[in-house]
């Protein structure tokens, strides 16, 4: 399953939408403003956040992404870019980053920046998973507990969505607050997902891998993190 179409599933999963929602509510932005979005994808955020009035950007370090993006929605605004150094200047009312936090090497640098494009007064809204609180329902724990930390184990950040708080706090935001949501996915590709990368690390071996999966008929619990701060 190629990364587009891991991020199309996830944005269908049931719940998302209303996810995507809160976090443009929590931008408590006026009618008109600009806002970005920073590690975009294929731009359903900027869509969405457009049609609810404000002057959307999107950006994504990906060329295919923002390609992809670009042909979906061609009269939107998108753009190549690295989340520590972005292709604007400054004026925006809001910075909105989905799933982009955990995959960052230096969030500190990631967030100067956020703040050097935010006006003063302007608001920024993270939300991501935690990967290592993956629930899962199984007869096998303790090979679950080996699946669920290798593929922690993989992301440069897995924990990172716990502490956004502190995070947006040691950077300078003001009046942060964090929320916590779980949701649910599921399905086969997402499941052999994690098998994948616990046999490839060696944590497991296939065997072990395959009876895990046949034993698996649920949904996993993904505590989701929301976080909003005031620069």
């Not at 403003?33 to 994504?60: M, N, P, Q, Y």
Request: charged share 25%.
């Amino acid at each position: 399953m190629s990364m587009l179409q891991r991020l199309d599933a996830a944005d269908a999963l049931p719940g998302a939408a209303e996810l995507r929602a809160r976090t443009y509510e929590l931008l408590r932005l006026d009618p008109g403003s600009a806002v970005i979005d920073v590690g975009c994808g294929a731009g359903l955020a900027v869509t969405e956040l457009s049609s609810l009035g404000f002057r959307a950007v999107g950006v994504d370090l990906a060329a295919d992404m923002v390609e992809e993006a670009r042909r979906r929605s061609p009269d939107r605004d998108f753009l190549i870019g690295d989340a520590y150094a972005l292709p604007v200047e400054g004026g925006f009312a809001g910075y909105r980053a989905d799933k982009l936090f955990h995959e960052l090497a230096d969030p500190e640098a990631a967030l100067a920046e956020a703040r050097r494009i935010l006006v003063p007064g302007g608001r920024i809204v993270l939300s991501g998973p935690d990967w290592e609180a993956l629930v899962i329902d199984s007869a096998y724990p303790a090979l679950t507990r080996e699946i669920v930390r290798a593929r922690a184990s993989v992301i440069t950040a897995p924990r990172i969505a716990r502490g956004f708080r502190r995070l947006l706090v040691g950077s300078g935001f003001r009046e942060v607050s964090v929320e916590g949501v779980v949701g649910f996915v599921g399905g086969e590709g997402f499941l052999r997902g994690l098998v994948d990368v616990a046999v490839r690390v060696g944590a497991i071996s296939a065997a072990e891998g395959e009876i895990w999966l046949a034993d698996q008929v649920g949904e996993v619990a993904v505590p989701q993190f929301l976080a909003s701060g005031v620069v």
